[in-house]
């Protein structure tokens, strides 16, 4: 499955923004599908995650209550809903898919799509 991330900009604190993740290929809704973030000069972090058939889903402590992962498997899409964003949310954030037998929680993608730069302003 190849993967395009788009919808990244700049942003106030405390405002949102939406990342779309779009994938090419067959069996998009076989597999388990991430966004990740990496900041300037940190490791790549799991942001949130969401099982193949959306019923289940994980978000990092540091999102919890603020994004909301969603996918739209008839469209091949992925989205990411980011509200109340703060500075420290300030990251290139990637998509990235997984197998279908992946635990949401322990997402390691192995197929990823290019980063979309997000920065949130104070």
């Known amino acids: 499955v190849q993967l395009q991330a788009s919808g990244g900009g700049l942003a106030q604190a405390g405002g949102s923004l939406r990342l779309s993740c779009a994938a090419s290929g067959r069996a998009f809704s076989w597999y388990t599908m991430g966004w990740f973030r990496q900041a300037l000069g940190k490791e790549r972090e799991r942001v949130a995650a969401?099982?193949?058939?959306?019923?289940?889903?994980y978000y990092a402590d540091s999102v919890k209550g603020r994004f909301t992962i969603s996918r739209d498997n008839a469209k091949n899409m992925v989205y990411l809903q980011m509200s109340s964003l703060k500075p420290e949310d300030t990251a290139v954030y990637y998509c990235?898919?997984?197998?279908?037998?992946?635990?949401?929680?322990?997402?390691?993608?192995?197929?990823w799509g290019q980063g979309t730069q997000v920065t949130v302003s104070s």
């Open positions: 969401i099982s193949p058939d959306g019923g289940s889903t």
């Open positions: 990235g898919a997984g197998p279908a037998t992946a635990q949401v929680r322990a997402l390691n993608p192995n197929n």
